[in-house]
C-alpha cells in the first residue's frame, strides 16, 4: 500500500471512530439520529443530533477538511442556535496529526454529552 492509500485508510478508521463515539451518545429519554457527510472540495464531518421531547435539538460533531497544504479540524455542541462549546480550529500540516487532533475533538464533544442533555432534560421538568 503506498502513503496516500494508507492516509485514506486511517481517514476512514477515524470517521468510523468518530461517528461511533459520537453515536454512543444515548438517554433513555431522548431520540438520536447519527449523521456523516462529505462536503467539497475535501471534508467530512460526523455527529449525532439528540432531539429533546419538546424538539430542540442538541448537535455534537466534529469535522475534517483537506485545504491548500494543511488538515483542519473542528468541533463542537449546538443546541437551535446556541453554541454550547466550539473547539477553535486546528490546522496541522501532516494527516497523521490531523487524525489524531480529529480524534481528540471527537473525545472532547462526547465528554459532557451526558451532563448537557441531563440539565436540559431536567429545565424541562421544572417548566
Do not use: W
Not at 476512514?12 to 454512543?24: C, F, N, P, Y
Not at 421531547?53 to 466534529?62: A, K, L, Q
Amino acid at each position: 500500500m503506498n502513503s496516500e492509500s494508507l492516509a485514506a485508510a486511517g481517514l476512514l478508521e477515524a470517521l468510523s471512530r468518530a461517528s461511533e463515539i459520537l453515536a454512543d451518545l444515548r438517554h433513555p429519554f431522548v431520540r438520536t439520529e447519527r449523521f456523516s457527510y462529505f462536503f467539497p472540495p475535501a471534508g467530512a464531518r460526523v455527529g449525532t443530533t439528540v432531539v429533546l421531547p419538546d424538539g430542540r435539538e442538541i448537535t455534537f460533531e466534529v469535522s475534517i477538511a483537506a485545504s491548500g497544504r494543511a488538515f483542519h479540524v473542528e468541533g463542537g455542541i449546538q443546541s437551535e442556535e446556541e453554541t454550547l462549546l466550539e473547539l477553535p480550529r486546528k490546522s496541522v500540516p501532516d494527516i497523521e496529526e490531523g487524525l489524531a487532533a480529529f480524534d481528540d475533538y471527537a473525545g472532547e464533544v462526547a465528554a459532557p454529552a451526558e451532563r448537557l442533555i441531563g440539565q436540559m432534560l431536567e429545565e424541562l421538568s421544572d417548566n
